[in-house]
């Protein structure tokens, strides 16, 4: 019998782009490739690239350059390939500047990957980053039960694709294509083997989830707490969350389902970019300040104990100091328990990369400086709050020490607990004891929070 051949996949980015690549590992599982953590015993290295800020797209090119002095080194004849948004942004210039590639495939095309192989087997080198009429979904096969295992009781789920958004700055309309959203009774499917696998929590993912408008199971366009509403019906599922939300897609269907659905958690990770209106315009957010203030509020009011994560960029061409203060005056408002914040970095082919009026480099450096500084604070204010409260913890994972499990809080928190009464894939009742920099410790709870949900159907084993 052959060895079977090694897969080593990197994945950058966003969460869709781990979730692609796990469906490329299941992809070429049936061709009989099995992951490997290490690049240097790999037959085949997919890289899952990123394309949204220049740095993210550098980073393909200085990984594909160590690929190419380890393969000379070693003498081997690894494949390399280059998926996800670089692939499909500059294909051909991937080819042209890393001639170490054998295959460059775009995110409609995964499905393709055996026959891609093959050709570039063949002595080819092959690029594909067409949207092909076919659903790539409907050619990609279920993970296996180890796979899932391996993964973890937490998985995405892929519900939508694509943005017809068009803010100024993002190049994710252009490489993801436009809006789609999967028929409701394919995800219904994936989340009830994912379930039988032993998968307690989903989330549900789409670069704008919110605008989820996919077929229903009696025809009818359902939205995206419709949905939700009806995997909270399903056994097994102990947690549902989704992202990334844009602010001018919160119906009021959504808002009510964090009244209304217990399985969803009590965080939202709803991208806001700026503070000032000025730039919210010029960024063509669609929404203004008042709007998602407003839209926080009507939240918070649905579901009193919700915390708020938020992306931000600094140095969008034409901000002003004022217009900055604008946005660390929000930070102040709405007090968010986790962030992103990047500088503006212009991509090739947007709105925004023409404007006259980019911002100098050490502005942007400073006020990143100052707007990181705020959110870290808003965020270890948010953690110290924790101390002492109660909340259920989905175990995920071993700890550094023996005996210890790292789980998840509704809050996305690591918590590490010692020597739980509980396995990975179960929820533990914990009240928090210390609050870290990165992670928060627990200790089981005397009495349960809720006992229904805390007791699993299915445990996941090791
Ligand atoms: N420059 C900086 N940040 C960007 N983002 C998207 N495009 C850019 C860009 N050109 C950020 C936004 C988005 C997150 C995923 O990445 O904040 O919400
Ligand atoms: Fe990009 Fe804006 Fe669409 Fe988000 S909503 S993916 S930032 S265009």
Request: hydrophobic share 40%; charged share 25%.
């Amino acid at each position: 019998m052959h060895e079977p051949r090694k897969l080593y996949v990197k994945s950058f980015g966003c969460q869709m782009n781990v979730y692609d690549s796990h469906r490329m590992a299941d992809t070429l599982a049936r061709e009989g490739f099995v992951e490997t953590q290490d690049p240097a015993e790999a037959d085949l290295v997919i890289l899952n690239t990123c394309h949204i800020r220049e740095k993210a797209a550098e980073k393909v090119y200085s990984e594909l350059g160590r690929l190419r002095k380890q393969k000379q080194e070693a003498g081997s004849d690894t494949m390399i390939a280059v998926a996800g948004c670089v692939a499909q942004a500059e294909g051909a210039e991937i080819m042209r500047r890393a001639p170490v590639v054998d295959v460059v495939v775009g995110p409609q095309s995964y499905h393709r990957l055996p026959e891609l192989l093959a050709e570039a087997k063949a002595g080819k080198r092959v690029v594909d980053t067409e949207f092909p009429a076919e659903d790539k979904f409907d050619h990609l096969p279920t993970p296996t039960r180890a796979a899932t295992r391996s993964r973890g009781p937490a998985a995405f789920v892929t519900v939508q694709e694509g943005c017809d958004k068009f803010c100024t700055f993002c190049v994710v309309p252009y490489t993801r294509g436009a809006e789609v959203s999967r028929p409701v009774t394919k995800i219904l499917d994936e989340a009830a083997r994912l379930l039988d696998q032993g998968v307690r929590e989903i989330t549900l993912i789409g670069q704008n989830v919110n605008a989820f408008h996919g077929e229903g199971l009696d025809g009818k366009v359902w939205s995206l707490a419709r949905l939700m509403e009806r995997l909270a019906q399903m056994k097994g599922l102990a947690r549902l969350r989704y992202t990334t939300s844009h602010p001018r897609d919160m119906g009021e269907d959504l808002i009510a389902a964090h009244r209304d659905l217990p399985q969803l958690m009590p965080y939202l990770h709803l991208p806001v970019q700026s503070g000032s209106d000025r730039i919210l315009a010029a960024m063509n957010r669609k929404h203004g300040r008042d709007l998602f203030l407003s839209l926080i509020e009507k939240m918070r009011d649905a579901r009193p104990d919700l915390a708020l994560s938020s992306d931000f960029i600094v140095g969008f061409p034409g901000e002003t100091d004022r217009d900055f203060e604008d946005t660390l005056d929000l930070v102040h408002e709405v007090g968010f328990a986790s962030a992103y914040s990047f500088k503006y970095s212009s991509r090739p082919g947007t709105p925004a990369a023409e404007h006259e009026a980019q911002v100098a480099e050490e502005v942007k450096t400073e006020r990143l400086a100052e707007l990181q500084k705020l959110l870290e604070a808003s965020k270890a204010a948010f953690d110290a709050a924790c101390r002492g409260r109660t909340f259920d913890i989905l175990l995920e994972k071993p700890g550094r020490q023996p005996g210890q499990l790292i789980g998840r809080s509704p809050y996305l928190q690591s918590v590490v607990v010692n020597d739980p009464p509980a396995g990975i894939g179960e929820l533990l009742t914990v009240t928090i004891t210390d609050v870290g920099p990165n992670s928060l410790a627990g200790v089981p709870a005397e009495t349960p929070l809720s006992p229904a949900l805390s007791r699993p159907l299915a445990a996941m084993e090791a």
